[in-house]
């Protein structure tokens, strides 16, 4: 599986590509792809995304099932979704 991830423009958060293709802040909301339909998707994303001028770093990454439940494959994307490994308090893991 695959989801898509981008960081928005107007204030650097990171976001990701939900249902219906609007972009959404929290990790557990996002879609996810079946790698053969990633791509397709991941192009649709980042030309809308241009146009609107929505976001940059528009990209697909790894998702894997973890006790039933789906988290990125790489500590990157990890980090990406929870926020700084060094304050807990900061970053989406806070909320």
Avoid: C, H
Avoid at 20 to 46: I, M, T
């Amino acid at each position: 599986m695959k989801a898509i991830t981008a960081n928005r423009l107007r204030d650097g958060e990171v976001v990701f590509l939900g249902e219906g293709g609007r972009w959404v802040e929290s990790f557990a909301e996002a879609a996810l792809f079946q790698r053969a339909e990633a791509d397709a998707v991941l192009a649709d994303a980042k030309a809308k995304a241009e146009r609107e001028q929505f976001g940059v770093d528009i990209y697909a990454f790894e998702v894997v099932e973890q006790d039933g439940v789906p988290v990125p494959a790489t500590m990157r994307e990890r980090i990406r979704t929870a926020g700084p490994t060094v304050r807990l308090d900061l970053g989406k893991q806070a909320a």
